[in-house]
């Protein structure tokens, strides 16, 4: 299968619109737990997150998916606690970029990054229960399902179920060979 040349850059206040788009996708308001947040809030957010994971005061850290020259996703982690090695993670395709194997290279990508933070030991996610893709893109990485939270979350006025995935060093460390991290062509 071929490799689609995709690369983190970190996030910048000028990435606000494309990222407002990628919000307001179809697919994005049927199978996300987005909250209509003003612009003003999702602004601090690209203000206030880092890219840089060996920043030590940083517990959030955005950066935006570029291919072929194109903003076309997001990838985040919040709340990190170097004391527990923990980190939640998050991701969102622009639609068009879907399918295409573009979300599980990011994710990757991401996942190389935190990885480098030396007390990190877990990273999770969360999916809704519709989200087959995103639950595609974890089993993909070698997450394992830890549980489900029932109807933890409101997609569209309705509650729904989220599940939790996990992936511990050790597991990544096996699995990251067999994944093709450098860009096409090299």
């Given amino acids: ?9 970190p996030a910048r206040v000028e990435h606000l619109d494309v990222w407002l788009e990628m919000r307001a996708g179809e697919t994005s308001r049927r199978l996300l737990p987005l909250e209509d947040l003003p ?16 920043d030590l005061r940083a517990t959030n ?22 004391f527990h ?23 990757a990508l991401l996942l190389e990054q935190l ?12 999916t809704t229960v519709a ?10 990485l070698g997450f394992r399902m830890e549980g489900v939270l029932r109807g933890h979350c409101i997609v569209q006025g309705e509650r729904m179920d989220q599940q939790v995935w996990g992936l511990l060093r050790p597991e ?7 994944l093709s991290l450098e860009p096409p062509g090299r």
């Avoid at 850290?61 to 170097?82: D, P, Q, Y």
């Avoid at 990544?172 to 067999?178: D, K, L």
């Fill in 85 to 107: 090695g923990r980190v939640e993670v998050g991701y969102m395709l622009a639609e068009g970029n879907l399918g295409r194997g573009l979300g599980t290279r990011a994710v």
């Fill in 172 to 178: 990544w460390e096996a699995r990251r060979g067999a």
């Fill in 1 to 9: 299968m071929h490799t689609p040349d995709v690369r983190l850059v």
């Fill in 61 to 82: 850290f955005r950066w935006m998916v570029e291919s072929e020259g194109r903003i076309i996703g997001t990838v985040s982690a919040r709340e990190l606690s170097r």
């Fill in 39 to 54: 612009r003003e809030s999702l602004l601090r957010r690209l203000k206030e997150a880092s890219s840089d994971v060996m």
């Fill in 115 to 126: 990885f480098t933070i030396p007390s990190l030991y877990h990273v999770w996610l969360t």
């Fill in 131 to 140: 989200n087959l893709a995103s639950q595609g893109v974890a089993r993909k």
